[in-house]
């Protein structure tokens, strides 16, 4: 328990607890020099964004399935300048805007300029964790109200991202269409800068949105996935693509199957926004009463209805605190899965 009063302690003289009068992320120290004011775009509503290819303007707007023009043009931004760089050589890049709605809304966006084509599909968004004493730093299915950069928070951390390698690995059976079904899931790597340098260790990418809840243990000795014993876990097969994920980026399964081909063996640019610059300005735009869209900021006019202003949580004082409740909080013991009765 002392570990957990001091991180407590830690916590609370940089970053209080949400709906607290100092829950916004702009009253952390480390925040308010380094960090340099959001810059201003026109309205969202306006459906222009300068030096945007007049094809790619008509997908410019605030509608499902349209992209803001700040979002896009940050997202371009990073592209080209990652091309130049030489860090991508690929003709597509992707964006993903996190205020917007999640579960009906499609706001992940795979932008190929060299064909002139653009998409727009659902994506889901860090789910966060209520950790009761410490802080709740959860967010609900269809907005997304807290992100982070701290190690197991499950949250979303926006800023610039390059992919890196796929991998594979088997998630379990299910029964589908009168036959067991293996889930083998693809995961693309993200490899982050800045605020989200640290994601090849929270283990950020994109994935397909599907799992399988284990049940029990089925005999399966011919599966090339059976353990030394002759079983493979079997359960029910969950999508979750279009709303919340422990932080990656998730589609539903059909959306995946286009967009992870997209990145294989070369690499591209993924933009996520917000970053903590604009979480940070709207927060102190909500607690000084004002409207966001005309201080010249964006934020999805619908979610921040819904979540009243959004809460960035630095990995600096975030991390001790929840490394304290890990320790003071073990997981119990897994219990072995049981043998399944002919599911």
């Not at 991508?88 to 060299?114: H, K, L, Q, W």
């Not at 010249?296 to 975030?318: D, Q």
Request: aromatic share 10%.
């Amino acid at each position: 328990m002392s570990s957990l009063l001091l991180s407590l302690l830690a916590l609370a003289a940089f970053c209080a607890l949400p709906g607290s009068p100092r829950a916004f992320a702009e009253d952390l120290p480390w925040l308010v020099a380094p960090v340099p004011a959001a810059p201003v775009p026109p309205s969202p509503a306006a459906p222009s964004a300068p030096g945007i290819p007049p094809w790619l303007q008509a997908h410019v707007g605030d509608g499902d399935g349209q992209i803001s023009g700040l979002v896009l043009r940050r997202a371009r931004a990073f592209y080209l300048q990652k091309v130049r760089e030489g860090a991508v050589d690929n003709a597509c890049y992707f964006a993903f805007d996190a205020t917007r709605p999640a579960v009906s809304g499609r706001r992940f966006y795979v932008i190929c300029e060299a064909n002139k084509t653009f998409r727009a599909v659902p994506s889901g968004h860090g789910s966060g964790r209520n950790l009761p004493g410490v802080a709740d730093l959860s967010n609900s299915v269809r907005c997304a109200k807290n992100f982070s950069n701290a190690e197991n928070s499950k949250l979303t951390t926006g800023g610039g991202y390059v992919t890196a390698e796929t991998r594979t690995s088997f998630k379990g059976y299910y029964r589908a269409d009168g036959s067991y079904q293996p889930l083998v899931r693809s995961f693309l790597q993200f490899e982050g800068e800045g605020d989200t340098a640290n994601a090849r260790a929270r283990a950020i990418g994109g994935h397909p949105g599907l799992i399988v809840s284990w049940i029990c243990r089925m005999k399966y000795p011919s599966s090339p996935y059976a353990d030394e014993d002759g079983y493979v876990p079997y359960g029910k097969l969950i999508d979750y693509g279009a709303g919340r994920s422990n932080g990656c980026t998730s589609w539903p399964a059909s959306d995946s199957a286009k967009i992870l081909p997209l990145a294989e063996n070369r690499p591209t640019t993924v933009y996520i926004y917000p970053e903590a610059r604009d979480i940070v300005a709207v927060g102190r735009a909500v607690k000084a009463g004002q409207s966001p869209a005309r201080a010249g900021l964006y934020w999805n006019a619908s979610c921040l209805a819904e979540i009243g202003a959004p809460n960035f949580w630095p990995r600096e004082t975030v991390e001790p605190a929840l490394v304290a409740y890990k320790k003071d909080h073990p997981p119990a013991k897994p219990e072995p899965l049981p043998i399944c009765k002919r599911p």
